[in-house]
């Protein structure tokens, strides 16, 4: 599959049509150039708060509900667009209110068929948690689709290895990120490339990138889109199959060859993804020891 993923700048909004027209010219670029899979970023979908004006945008509490509010309309527009392209879409994330003590940071995954399902953040930032009150939601999923197995660790979580061992099933694993600074990029970014080495598959990282002065959430964005495989058989030995251009906004381009994820698992230099379980009873076996 080839994938397209964004690094992408928030505008401030004044009309939903501007919306429409922004979004709708992300997608038919990617399209064009030959893209089926699109992924947008984490809090992506905040610039929707503007259009309650700069008081609620401003506001972090404000700002949640009024992004949440939006989101039925987002996705019937991602699901317009996807079918219009013949594309699958991972539209931006939202802090959405779905019943639970707190909002939930939620990404949903849209098929050119109609079909949409969504994954939800499990581990939340420290701004998430503490400032933003935002929760974890439901379990990690895999989404089975035309394309192949799909996997979704949303920013922080691709920096944990058991959410990523979880996907070990998948192709692709998409993380959507949002990080203020160029440590929290790489953060992402080597948790992106280490999950691509333990599951020897390929991992496609989108940011958001830019100012954004109305905003107390997303108000400094570092980033770039990016995708990694393993560095073995089939793939660079860098295991960046793509990159772009440090806080340029645009979409970057790379292919997930599924023929060669298979092969590199089967018969890869080192096969980490079949050897996962022998670290078990090792690190189960650990003892201290006094050197002198």
């Known amino acids: 599959m ?67 509010e939006k989101m039925q309309d987002a996705a019937a527009l991602h699901l317009k667009l996807a079918a219009e392209h013949g594309v699958h879409i991972l539209g931006a994330s939202a802090p959405v209110n779905t019943g639970l003590d707190r909002p939930v940071n939620r990404a949903e995954l849209y ?29 990690l999923k895999i989404f089975d689709t035309a394309l192949g ?3 979704v660790l949303i ?7 058991l959410l990523g061992r979880a996907l070990a099933e998948t192709d692709v694993i998409l993380v959507p990120s949002c990080t203020e600074a160029l440590a929290g990029y790489w953060r992402v970014r080597i948790g992106a490339m280490s999950r691509a ?3 020897q598959c390929v991992t496609a990282m989108a940011s958001i990138v830019g100012a954004n002065e109305w905003s107390e959430a997303v108000d400094m964005n570092t980033g770039t889109g990016g995708i990694f495989g393993p560095p073995d058989k089939g793939f660079p030995g860098t295991g960046v199959l793509s990159e772009g251009a440090l806080n340029q906004p645009g979409w970057t381009y790379g292919e997930a060859d599924l023929e060669a994820i298979a092969h590199v698992r089967a018969d890869g230099g080192v096969l980490n993804r079949l050897h ?7 690190v189960k076996s650990v003892t201290k020891a006094a050197v002198c």
């Open 111 to 139: 098929t050119p068929t109609g079909k949409r399902d969504h994954q939800d953040k499990q581990i939340m930032t420290r701004f998430e948690r503490e400032d933003w009150g935002i929760m974890g939601g439901g379990p």
């Open 276 to 282: 996962w379980e022998e670290q078990i009873p090792r």
């Open 149 to 151: 197995r799909i996997g």
């Open 155 to 161: 920013c922080y979580d691709s920096e944990f290895p």
């Open 197 to 199: 080495l333990e599951n």
């Open 2 to 68: 080839k994938i397209a993923t964004a690094a992408y700048p928030l505008d401030w909004l004044d009309s939903w049509a501007q919306y429409e027209d922004k979004l709708a010219a992300w997608v038919a670029e990617a399209a064009g150039n030959g893209a089926e899979l699109l992924v947008f970023p984490e809090y992506g979908a905040m610039e929707l708060s503007t259009l309650d004006g700069a008081t609620v945008a401003g506001d972090l509490e404000q700002s949640i509900h009024s992004v949440s």
